[in-house]
């Protein structure tokens, strides 16, 4: 148990460009119905995680609720996004849809609020933007940012508002490494954070990533998550298996060297995307 706890105190956080800091790692939930996302979550805050990554469209924020009153651990320790759906963009009906996300939660404030898309076709992001803007100042969402949005939709809410998103949630795992958007939050001074971080599991065989593995007596999802904790991302797997939940936090007891990140870094590739094209995804 002491190992345990010491993960909580050991963890490395980010700082965000409002000066708040985000742990580093955190559990995903999506495709976690809410009686399985309940104890996810317990399992998850008693084994040291103290961020959690949902949304309303996941429909578990009723069941991460249940799990993290179940855990005990008291709210300022606590680091929970949840994100806007497609559906409720606008001014107002991003208020309303914020407001009931803190009900199913039953929080009354949350640590980040992330558009989930872009949604172009709608015409509505910079709306809601100027909507989560109010939520920001009025300290319901401590920090707001967005996801799966690309150079062009963080260049159009920062100049029709001036205020810069904390983070940008995307897809990035070795084999789509984001470099472009990096560079481009970089440069604004917005944190990375990674979706698919193991890319949906299906980079856990991959023979570079075993052999890395193997050489550190490791999991491959450890070198994975590893490799994002290295690269300077905020990094959400998701687990609904204790003994796996456990694993993809104990990553700090050893060290990917150059050759094993430059090795990792080849696996980028043209084709490596998994998920929807935010220029392109029309829901
Ligand atoms: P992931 O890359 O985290 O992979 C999860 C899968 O990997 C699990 O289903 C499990 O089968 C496997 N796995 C996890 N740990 C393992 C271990 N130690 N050993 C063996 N197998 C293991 O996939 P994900 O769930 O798509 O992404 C993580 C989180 O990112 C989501 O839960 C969600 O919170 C977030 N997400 C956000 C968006 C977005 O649009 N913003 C989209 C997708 C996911």
Request: net charge neutral; proline share 6%.
């Amino acid at each position: 148990m002491s190992e345990l706890r010491s993960y909580a105190a050991s963890q490395p956080r980010l700082f965000l460009n409002d000066r708040k800091s985000i742990p580093q790692i955190g559990l995903g939930v999506w495709q976690t119905p809410p009686d399985v996302a309940g104890p996810a979550v317990e399992t998850a805050l008693r084994a040291g995680y103290r961020h959690i990554d949902t949304a309303a469209i996941y429909r578990n924020e009723v069941g991460v609720g249940e799990g993290i009153r179940a855990a005990g651990i008291s709210r300022e320790n606590l680091f929970i996004t949840t994100k806007l759906w497609n559906e409720d963009q606008g001014y107002d009906a991003t208020l309303r849809a914020f407001d009931e996300s803190l009900k199913r939660l039953g929080v009354d404030y949350v640590d980040l609020y992330l558009v989930h898309w872009p949604a172009p076709q709608r015409g509505l992001y910079v709306d809601t933007w100027k909507a989560f803007i109010r939520l920001h100042e009025q300290r319901l969402a401590r920090s707001i940012g967005v996801s799966n949005f690309e150079a062009e939709h963080l260049n159009k809410i920062i100049s029709a508002t001036g205020v810069t998103p904390v983070l940008n949630q995307v897809e990035l795992h070795p084999r789509f490494q984001q470099r472009k958007l990096r560079d481009v939050h970089e440069k604004l001074g917005i944190a990375t954070q990674s979706w698919s971080p193991l890319g949906q599991g299906t980079l856990l065989s991959h023979p570079t990533i075993n052999s890395i593995a193997e050489k550190h007596r490791r999991t491959p999802a450890q070198i994975i998550i590893r490799w994002h904790i290295d690269n300077g991302l905020v990094v959400i797997p998701k687990s609904v298996t204790p003994s796996r939940i456990v694993e993809n936090l104990d990553v700090f007891g050893f060290g990917l060297d150059e050759a094993d990140l430059a090795a990792i870094g080849k696996l980028n590739a043209n084709d490596g995307r998994i998920g929807p094209n935010p220029l392109t995804a029309n829901f």
